[in-house]
């Protein structure tokens, strides 16, 4: 294509100048864009982690916030690894939470010192373990997917620790562990 086109030195037919001109505009106008998207986004990121670190939650949760935010709020946990961040954004909106600074709400000393304790590294899980602490009926409502009919014993053991009637639920919703 550059050899048959914009690359081509010498005279062409008025119409094809003025095509070649135009697309050579395009390509200028769209370089110009992609800059300035690129400067943007690296300073929303970098705006994000310096009001994250700070304790200023206030953002709508997104993939960014999402994993900034467990960065400093889990930053023990290494490597931060989320298996479907869009599932868990899909999750995180069913059980009613739209910014960092609900999400945080949630979390408590006790949970956090659990986490730490048992080496979780999966994200998901991290996030989707905190929602039905905080409110399982909540959870097994509006987000639980009846197609997952297994939960294995190492999340049923710290539900019960943290006092969810897991059992209940577990009869309730036809959940058999693992």
């Not at 050899?3 to 370089?31: C, H, T, V």
């Not at 910014?99 to 989707?128: C, P």
């Not at 539900?159 to 639920?169: A, L, M, P, S």
Request: hydrophobic share 40%; with cysteine; glycine share 6%.
């Amino acid at each position: 294509m550059h050899e048959k086109g914009y690359k081509f030195e010498g005279e062409l037919p008025g119409e094809l100048e003025r095509r070649k001109n135009l697309l050579a505009g395009i390509l200028e106008l769209a370089d110009l864009e992609m800059d300035s998207y690129v400067e943007a986004y690296d300073a929303y990121v970098g705006k994000l982690e310096q009001e994250i670190e700070k304790g200023r939650l206030r953002y709508p949760i997104n993939s960014m916030s999402l994993e900034k935010f467990m960065a400093w709020k889990f930053s023990s946990i290494f490597p931060q690894v989320f298996r479907d961040i869009d599932l868990v954004l899909n999750e995180l909106r069913s059980f009613g939470l739209e910014t960092v600074k609900e999400l945080d709400a949630l979390v408590d000393q006790k949970f956090e010192e659990e986490i730490r304790k048992t080496e979780w590294r999966s994200l998901d899980g991290i996030i989707r373990n905190l929602l039905i602490i905080s409110d399982a009926n909540r959870y097994f409502t509006k987000v639980w997917e009846p197609s997952m009919d297994q939960m294995n014993k190492k999340n049923y053991e710290l539900y019960q620790r943290f006092g969810v009637d897991i059992d209940e639920i577990c009869k309730k919703y036809n959940i058999c562990i693992v």
